[in-house]
């Protein structure tokens, strides 16, 4: 038998249907939801012959318990599975940079990962990555966390809908997508450049590091130029996951604007 892994929350389910239904292999669903946003799930797996299970609360519970990343943030199981859990595919979609590139009608924009630990930065991460229209998200296989059920959840279908690239060596990466003409910037607190006096509107990838320790020292060296975030607060930093869309959003407004 193929393996297979659970991933919960309405949106990660239903995008899951949508893109890759072939892959769901069956959902249970809180008995007790009658609300509209369970009668459009039925509905869908319906369409696409998927096999759905009324089920018990508690039985959700005990499977979103098994589930990497442990009890979510708002406490209480329920509230991280919302009442729909699917049992899917353990296979993942391999995909290479080059795949990727190879397919784009306009100049790319890439986010890179430098080692985010945290599944639900990564989640986050995702989909700000899928609402700036970004083609792909890269990070390291090493020292970083994986696109877990967590990871799912928090993402709310962008992790169907922009692709994720592990790779073994991400300073070789930068250096490969240097090569494709694509630009590298890594945020920097210390940068002497801010983010807004920068020309993004070629092919860019951007390039931001873990929480707290910010990016490795190899990662810096090999990137093609730093800029920060300018802070006018208290605040030393920022979520990685915001500042990933205020890198990103400048970004796609300079490809908008064209300034």
């Not at 922009?162 to 490969?176: C, K, Y």
């Not at 607190?189 to 390039?207: H, I, M, R």
Request: hydrophobic share 45%.
């Amino acid at each position: 038998m193929a393996e297979q892994r659970f991933i919960y929350g309405f949106h990660a389910v239903i995008s899951k249907l949508r893109h890759s239904p072939d892959d769901v292999r069956e959902i249970f669903l809180d008995q007790d939801r009658q609300d509209g946003r369970a009668r459009d799930l039925i509905k869908l797996a319906e369409t696409h012959g998927v096999h759905l299970i009324l089920s018990a609360a508690a039985r959700l519970d005990g499977m979103a318990g098994g589930m990497a990343g442990g009890v979510g943030r708002t406490g209480g199981q329920n509230a991280r599975h919302q009442g729909v859990v699917a049992r899917v595919s353990a296979t993942l979609r391999v995909l290479k940079l080059d795949d990727v590139l190879d397919t784009l009608a306009e100049p790319a924009l890439l986010l890179v990962l430098d080692g985010v630990q945290d599944p639900h930065n990564l989640g986050a991460c995702l989909r700000v990555a899928d609402a700036a229209g970004v083609h792909a998200v890269i990070a390291p296989k090493d020292r970083a966390c994986g696109l877990n059920a967590t990871a799912i959840k928090v993402a709310c279908g962008a992790a169907e809908s922009v692709p994720f690239i592990t790779v073994t060596n991400l300073a070789r990466s930068l250096r490969e997508m240097k090569e494709r003409g694509i630009l590298t910037i890594g945020a920097a607190a210390e940068a002497e450049s801010d983010l807004y006096a920068l020309d993004q509107t070629g092919a860019l990838a951007w390039v931001l590091g873990a929480e707290g320790d910010g990016l490795r020292r190899l990662t810096r060296e090999t990137c093609d130029r730093l800029a920060r975030i300018p802070m006018q607060g208290s605040v030393e930093s920022l979520n990685v996951s915001v500042a990933s869309g205020i890198c990103l959003y400048e970004a796609r407004r300079q490809r908008l604007t064209g300034t």
